[in-house]
């Protein structure tokens, strides 16, 4: 399973962006979807997570009532919609793909590269 996001970029605080993470299998359907972050000189984090049906989804508390994720099995793609944006949510966020819509970090098995999100204040 190879996993790509795009849709990083720089936005002033209050701004909003949208990440997307295309997946290259024909197991899409079957896989738990996440996305977590990694600001610099700190641990990768917990943002949300969707499982395969998208009936079960949780938030971190930081980004609860700001982000929201969602998926498009017919194109094998996770979004995560990121509105309100504060300088704390800075960071390299990542998707990933595993079984089990868990907020652990070790319970995905696949990987995207990251993409950059900066918000200025």
């Known amino acids: 399973v190879q996993l790509v996001e795009s849709g990083g970029g720089l936005v002033q605080t209050g701004g909003s962006l949208r990440l997307s993470c295309a997946a290259s299998t024909q197991t899409f359907m079957s896989l738990d979807l996440g996305w977590f972050r990694q600001a610099p000189g700190k641990k990768r984090e917990f943002v949300a997570t969707?499982?395969?049906?998208?009936?079960?989804?949780y938030y971190a508390d930081s980004v609860k009532g700001r982000f929201t994720i969602s998926r498009d099995n017919r194109k094998d793609t996770v979004f995560l919609q990121m509105d309100s944006l504060k300088p704390e949510d800075t960071a390299v966020y990542y998707c990933?793909?595993?079984?089990?819509?868990?907020?652990?970090?070790?319970?995905?098995?696949?990987w995207g590269q990251g993409t950059q999100v900066t918000v200025s204040s």
């Open positions: 969707i499982n395969w049906s998208g009936g079960s989804i």
């Open positions: 990933a793909a595993g079984s089990g819509a868990s907020t652990v970090l070790n319970d995905y098995d696949y």
